[in-house]
């Protein structure tokens, strides 16, 4: 028989079950905020994560870190926690059921009650998440946020105790199975993408003819190499600089600008057809920047993420930052292709020089660089096979990408449709 239905008058609640209704937030919760003091050391650390509230050490130093943990405050098992700051932010967590107890940041909202059933709402409060509706009660404005008493009014489906204990074991075995398999696509994914770069390395460092005789390098991430190549510095092959800012007081630099000027995070576009900022030509004349030919190779020079040490390819004319290299290949030696295909080998190498630190790569070691050298004929050969095999590489990555995508689209839809009733839980 079709569940009778009748609207919540809640916009993003939308139809709710004729037996449920809605209620306000406070009416199951209350705000909580017990500060530590000097039970600190009684406490692990708690951070609120995308994977949910997860144990954190003291001397992590991931993310701010404050001087002393006195101020933090007590969350403890079973209470949801909510980070409601920078709501324009839609990439960062925002909800979680502890199952420890600990301490978090005082930023956090807690909220509590005495029922050991509160996944239920745990489950609400995602949907939300999942949704943007936080994002959107807290408004336009820069550094949007919404408070304790914010959260406590806003409405909630109210269900019967017994159907929320259903309602959560549903979603707690249908979900567990989604994240399962959404974590075998990833690690399928890894795989793939290590592949990629042993494939990549192997064409750059041995070649296409497995029967040549080799020779030592004495290069860590080349190993041997064929006899023939030959192991010249990287300067001897390019030409070697990095970027420069235009003063930005300088308006004449950047207004009405039609010029690219690209910044370090767009290195990991791999291929640049277009930048976010754009100069004038009259900072190319009078500025440090300097205009680019197309086909000049980008190198990342510093970021404590993934982008110190990745690599670009100009597909237009274009200036940049001084946190890129530039290399413009001498095309009668070293094709820009190639040397692409070098620099995503030995990313890790690279990185490995400076470590993982901000410290960043400076131009001396990148022009020091020893690079395998072909003749420009087999240079070509191995770009077709590199082309074609990351290119197939590549498809199969984005289409496991695409079932994540689809099983995550499907986990949001099925607890949003679960908590509100619309699909009936047996």
């Not at 839609?90 to 909220?111: N, Q």
């Not at 990313?347 to 020089?353: K, P, Q």
């Not at 099983?407 to 839980?425: N, Q």
Request: hydrophobic content about 35%.
């Amino acid at each position: 028989m079709t569940r009778k239905m009748k609207d919540s008058g809640v916009e993003w609640i939308g139809e709710i079950p004729e037996e449920w209704s809605i209620n306000k937030t406070k009416h199951y919760f209350s705000y909580k905020k017990v500060i530590v003091g000097n039970e600190v050391d009684n406490y692990d650390r708690l951070a609120l994560t995308l994977n949910g509230v997860i144990k954190r050490g003291k001397d992590d130093s991931e993310g701010l870190q404050p001087e002393k943990f006195e101020g933090y405050q007590i969350l403890n098992k079973n209470e949801l926690v909510f980070k409601l700051i920078d709501l324009e932010n839609i990439k960062t967590s925002r909800v979680g059921l502890s199952k420890f107890d600990g301490i978090v940041s005082p930023a956090y909202i807690i909220l509590t009650n005495k029922s050991e059933n509160n996944k239920i709402f745990y489950y609400y409060f995602m949907s939300m998440y999942y949704r943007n509706i936080f994002n959107k009660l807290g408004g336009d404005g820069v550094r949007s946020s919404l408070g304790n008493k914010d959260l406590l009014n806003i409405p909630i489906v109210a269900i019967d105790e017994d159907e929320q204990i259903k309602i959560a074991n549903y979603l707690d075995n249908k979900v567990a199975n989604i994240d399962q398999t959404i974590e075998k696509e990833k690690q399928v994914i890894e795989k793939l993408k290590e592949y990629k770069q042993s494939v990549i390395t192997e064409a750059v460092t041995k070649g296409l003819n497995p029967n040549v005789p080799m020779k030592d390098s004495g290069v860590e991430w080349i190993g041997e190499i064929p006899e023939e190549w030959l192991l010249p510095n990287l300067s001897k092959c390019a030409d070697i600089g990095s970027g420069g800012t235009p003063n930005r007081n300088i308006l004449e630099y950047w207004n009405n600008g039609e010029i690219p000027w690209m910044s370090s995070g767009e290195v990991n576009n791999e291929y640049i057809v277009d930048t976010k900022e754009k100069i004038t030509q009259y900072a190319i004349d009078n500025s440090n920047a300097k205009l680019l030919p197309q086909n000049t190779i980008m190198l990342g020079l510093i970021g404590q993420g993934k982008t110190k040490g990745k690599v670009a390819i100009l597909d237009i004319e274009c200036a940049c930052n001084q946190n890129l290299a530039y290399l413009i290949c001498n095309s009668k030696i070293l094709n820009y292709k190639y040397l692409f295909y070098c620099f995503k080998s030995m990313y890790n190498y690279l990185r490995g020089l400076v470590g993982e630190s901000q410290a960043g790569i400076y131009l001396p070691l990148v022009k020091a660089l020893k690079i395998p050298l072909p003749k420009i004929e087999e240079q070509s050969r191995i770009i077709c096979y590199l082309d074609k095999k990351c290119s197939t590489i590549d498809k199969l990555i984005s289409n496991k990408e695409k079932v994540i995508e689809k099983l995550t689209e499907y986990k949001k839809s099925l607890i949003y449709e679960c908590v509100t009733g619309k699909r009936e839980v047996q």
